[in-house]
């Protein structure tokens, strides 16, 4: 029985076909993101969904739908099967008594990146390549960098001075090399980009979808959800976006379940949450745009979202449109007093990225594009205590005889 039905790559916006078994990053026709496809008939002869129940609780239970040929080339951390938790109080205090949330803050490296860099990682060492290349907002740099280490590749990072200080020590902990560059990702996407051309093949570039196969790991976050709502899906799903390969993955992994029948009904509607301060895919969304401009002056506390050209801006809006969803902003005083009301009702501390999905299905609520009797499903994408200057405090200090009364 085959580990991988993978069958090829083809591009996400001119349909060319590309070969899978070789590093590939871009199309070399239209220089769009590659998508990995799967012989999906093959998959519904050789894996029945109540088989799957029986696997180990990672996201490799998944496999046939992953791009990985052998086993021996798996490089896990034990990745996959977060929580989704009922968030009943919170729900009641903004009109969502269905509400969950995808807890991504609980695996490896502290945020859903590990998804991906598990995949991609894998796939990537399958596939011979010795050094990896990335610009990154912190998390993802970080997750690629251990995973990396994991794998015995070596790995260069670049990402901004501003990004979570974690995130750096991260990836000098696992003996990367590290760059930090006074701008925005964008900025170190250049300075990859330059080192990829210099190193002539010696360097893969991993950049967010311009190799295959992150999206791949962060799709399982789509399968999770089905499965762990007994093959089926909710009503809408809030992601905060920003490069959005998870709402593309999601997206992704929903089309090819209900192709292979194991889940029906109509799609959960998707919902793309972005920060005030860096939204170009809500301005594309409003203007009935199938692409993004560029976003100048992109600043937000939520760093992760703060992406102000998504290389794969089309097909995030592909997926809105598809599942009749929407996209939404909110400002950083909006995520951040929703990140402590979330903490002080369910005691889950959630990154800022997942504060602002929370803020978004608060006021997705109140104007009534989600309704009261819906099942909606909030991806937090990372641990909060990863971001700790999200909250200052404040406490009193005591003298060592004080006494409370």
């Known amino acids: 029985m085959s580990f991988s039905h993978l069958s090829h790559l083809e591009c996400g916006r001119c349909g060319a076909r590309h070969d899978s078994e070789r590093p590939q990053n871009l199309c070399v026709k239209c220089g769009s993101p590659l998508l990995a496809r799967y012989d999906l008939a093959a998959v519904r002869s050789s894996v029945r969904p109540e088989e799957i129940a029986g696997r180990a609780p990672d996201l490799w239970r998944y496999h046939e739908l992953l791009p990985v040929r052998s086993p021996e080339s798996v490089v896990t951390l034990g990745e996959g099967m977060t929580p989704l938790l009922p968030m009943a109080r919170y729900g009641a205090r903004i009109g969502l008594p269905r509400l969950l949330m995808k807890d991504e803050g609980l695996i490896p490296t502290g945020s859903f990146k590990a998804r991906g860099a598990a995949v991609g990682v894998s796939r990537a060492a399958e596939l011979g390549v010795e050094r990896l290349a990335m610009p990154t907002n912190g998390n993802a740099g970080a997750a690629w960098a251990l995973y990396g280490a994991r794998a015995g590749l070596a790995a260069t990072v670049v990402m901004p001075v501003d990004a979570p200080e974690i995130t750096r020590r991260e990836c000098v902990a696992s003996g990367t090399d590290l760059y930090l560059v006074d701008g925005l990702i964008s900025d170190a996407g250049r300075i990859v980009g330059e080192l990829v051309a210099a190193s002539g093949g010696k360097v893969f ?201």
């Open 205 to 405: 570039d991993t950049s967010t979808l311009k190799e295959p196969y992150r999206i791949e790991g962060k799709k399982t976050m789509g399968i999770e959800i089905a499965e762990q709502l007994g093959w089926r899906t909710p009503d809408v799903i809030l992601y905060p976006t920003g490069g959005g390969v998870g709402l593309i993955g999601i997206h992704k992994a929903l089309a090819e379940l209900r192709e292979l029948g194991w889940i029906s009904g109509p799609p959960p509607r998707l919902v793309a949450v972005q920060a005030e301060g860096c939204a170009p895919i809500v301005r594309a969304f409003e203007q009935g745009e199938r692409e993004s401009s560029y976003w100048e002056g992109a600043n937000t506390v939520a760093f992760g979202i703060n992406v102000p050209k998504p290389l794969g801006d089309f097909l995030i809006l592909e997926a809105l449109a598809e599942t009749s969803g929407t996209a939404v902003t909110v400002t950083d005083e909006e995520l951040l007093a929703e990140l402590r009301q979330v903490a002080a009702l369910e005691g889950t501390y959630v990154c800022p990225e997942g504060a602002a999905a929370f803020a978004a299905a608060r006021k997705l609520r109140e104007t009534g594009w989600i309704g009261e009797d819906e099942q909606v499903v909030v991806l937090n994408t990372g641990a909060g205590v990863k971001y700790p200057q999200t909250v200052p405090v404040d406490a009193p200090v005591l003298a060592v005889d004080a006494h409370l009364v």
